[in-house]
């Protein structure tokens, strides 16, 4: 059975820092890509970060500069370092996993709070 298993979500202080990470697991498969989503409430959901299996990441221009997404390809792991923390980035974070065989599927991780507030 796959599965996204998410960690590392809280509370932080503004301009503080947390780390998320998302281990794939059980039936998943050829990876193409993996990345961090967020939803705030009220909000749609939004890329945050993504990954590709060559190491070229993409960021949305809110996180350049503060976010870094890395991967460790022998765990089908991949990690969000979040720092300068801002009350804005206050949201559900998903963890992604795009896959290929004929076709791309996505999986998604049930999702970890993260809170910036003092």
């Known amino acids: 059975q796959a599965q996204l298993v998410e960690s590392g979500g809280g509370l932080v202080q503004p301009g503080g820092s947390l780390r998320l990470s998302c281990a794939a697991s059980?039936?998943?498969?050829?990876?193409?890509?993996m990345g961090w989503y967020r939803q705030a409430p009220g909000k749609e959901r939004e890329l945050v970060a993504t990954?590709?299996?060559?190491?070229?990441?993409d960021y949305a221009a809110s996180v350049k500069g503060r976010f870094t997404i890395s991967r460790d390809n022998a765990k089908n792991t991949v990690y969000l370092q979040m720092n300068s923390l801002k009350p804005e980035d206050t949201a559900v974070y998903y963890c992604?996993?795009?896959?290929?065989?004929?076709?791309?599927?996505?999986?998604w991780g049930q999702g970890t709070q993260v809170t910036v507030s003092s």
């Open positions: 992604n996993v795009k896959t290929y065989v004929y076709a791309f599927r996505n999986y």
């Open positions: 059980g039936s998943i498969s050829n990876i193409y890509a």
């Open positions: 990954i590709s299996n060559s190491g070229s990441t």
